[in-house]
Nanobody, 121 residues
Framework: QENVVESGGGSVEAGGSLKLTCAAN????????IAWYRQVPGKEREFVAE???????RYAESLKDRFTISQGSAHNTLYLQMNALKPEDTAMYYC???????????????WGRGLQVTVSS
């Protein structure tokens, strides 16, 4: 069983929208910090947005006007709503989740496999 599972990638025309979902293994009894990153070939992985276990949200400054994150009710899911997409948003999008808490919340700090997002001009 994977700790982190992403869904929702795909192709869209410039100006369109996509919503990505990151689901971290566990339930509401655990604590989570979940973040989205993206990477294009030949470049370093870039921070997009994150939520911490207190529900505080943080964004990359260059993306905060177009990208919005929200948590699911159990706080183990993080949605990334991407609007007004541009060709330069084309990348592999990765989710990273850290979990901890009292038993049975064994600790992990895991990446998902990634999702391809392609924005055509």
């Amino acid at each position: 069983q994977e700790n982190v599972v992403e869904s929702g990638g795909g192709s869209v025309e410039a100006g369109g929208s996509l919503k990505l979902t990151c689901a971290a293994n566990g339930d509401a009894s655990c604590n989570y910090e979940i973040a989205w990153y993206r990477q294009v070939p030949g470049k370093e992985r870039e921070f997009v947005a994150e939520s911490n276990f207190q529900g505080m949200l943080r964004y990359a400054e260059s993306l905060k006007d177009r990208f919005t994150i929200s948590q699911g009710s159990a706080h183990n899911t993080l949605y990334l709503q991407m609007n007004a997409l541009k060709p330069e948003d084309t990348a592999m999008y990765y989710c990273k989740a850290r979990r901890w808490g009292p038993s049975p919340c064994f600790t992990y700090n895991s990446w998902g496999r990634g999702l391809q997002v392609t924005v055509s001009s």
